[in-house]
C-alpha cells in the first residue's frame, strides 16, 4: 500500500521568513494533493498536482510535484500568522479515496 | 453550496456508552467519506458510500462501528460500548463522482469524541 512521508514534522518559523514543507510516497505518485487544517478543525483544500514537474500557485503558496512523481513540495513566501496550521499532503493511489500522511505543524512566530 | 456539516461538534461519553454522529454532505456529492484523526496523526480513512452503497471499510472499522447513508443523503457513523481508543476527531467528506478519478474531498468541520 502506498504510504506519504512529510518532513519536518513540526516546524517553528519567524514571521516573514520563507519555509518548505516536504512529502515523499512509497510509490510513483498519480495525484497529489495539499490540504490545510487549524486546530481542532476540519481540512481545507489547497491544492492538487497531476502531472510530474507540475507547479501550482496560490497566493504565497507554491507547491511542486517532482518529474519522477514520487515527491512533492510545498512552499510558503513571506510567511504570515494566518499560515499557522497543519499541512497535510494526501495522494489517491487507486481512484476512490485519499490517503494522508500526518501533517507538518506549522507554528509562525510574531 | 452550503458545505460539509457535521453534528455534534464535540461530544463527551462515558466509556461503554453508545454515541451517534451525522453528516449531510454537499447535496449534489455522491461519495461520502470517514475519516478518524488522532492528536499529531493526519486523518485515516475509515469507510466510505457512493450514494447508499457502502463501498470499502477499512480494517479500522471494527464491529462495534457502523455507518449507514440510508438514502444517499446525509450519513450517521454510530460507535457502540466506547473504549477511550476511540477518542478522536472524526471527519466527515464528500464529493462528486466525476469523470475519472482525482476528484477533491470537501471536509466538514469534525466532530470531537472524547470518551472518559
Known amino acids: 500500500s502506498q504510504e506519504l512521508e512529510q518532513s519536518p514534522q513540526s516546524l517553528i518559523v519567524q514571521e516573514g521568513k520563507n519555509l518548505t514543507i516536504n512529502c515523499t510516497s512509497s510509490?510513483?505518485?498519480?495525484?497529489l494533493y495539499w490540504y490545510k487544517q487549524k486546530y481542532g478543525e476540519g481540512l481545507i483544500f489547497l491544492m492538487m498536482l497531476q502531472k510530474g514537474g507540475e507547479e501550482k500557485s496560490h497566493e504565497k503558496i507554491t507547491a511542486k510535484l517532482d518529474e519522477k512523481k514520487q515527491q512533492s513540495s510545498l512552499h510558503i513566501t513571506a510567511s504570515q500568522p494566518s499560515h499557522a496550521g497543519i499541512y497535510l499532503c494526501?495522494?489517491?493511489?487507486?481512484?476512490?479515496?485519499?490517503?494522508f500522511g500526518k501533517g507538518t505543524r506549522l507554528h509562525i512566530l510574531p | 453550496d452550503t458545505g460539509v456539516s457535521q453534528d455534534p461538534r464535540h461530544k463527551i461519553t462515558k466509556r461503554g456508552q453508545n454515541v451517534t454522529f451525522r453528516c449531510d454532505p454537499i447535496s449534489e456529492h455522491n461519495r461520502l467519506y470517514w475519516y478518524r484523526q488522532t492528536l499529531g496523526q493526519g486523518p485515516e480513512f475509515l469507510t466510505y458510500?457512493?450514494?447508499?452503497?457502502?463501498?470499502?471499510k477499512s480494517r479500522l472499522l471494527s464491529d462495534r462501528f457502523s455507518a449507514e447513508r440510508p438514502k444517499g443523503s446525509f450519513s450517521t457513523l454510530e460507535i457502540q460500548r466506547t473504549e477511550q481508543g476511540d477518542s478522536a476527531m472524526y471527519l466527515c467528506?464528500?464529493?462528486?463522482?466525476?469523470?475519472?478519478?482525482?476528484?477533491?474531498?470537501?471536509f466538514g468541520s469534525g466532530t470531537q469524541l472524547s470518551v472518559l
Open positions: 510509490k510513483t505518485l498519480y495525484g
Open positions: 467528506a464528500s464529493s462528486s463522482t466525476g469523470a475519472g478519478a482525482n476528484e477533491k474531498l470537501f
Open positions: 458510500f457512493q450514494n447508499e452503497a457502502q463501498l470499502e
Open positions: 494526501g495522494a489517491d493511489p487507486r481512484g476512490d479515496k485519499i490517503i
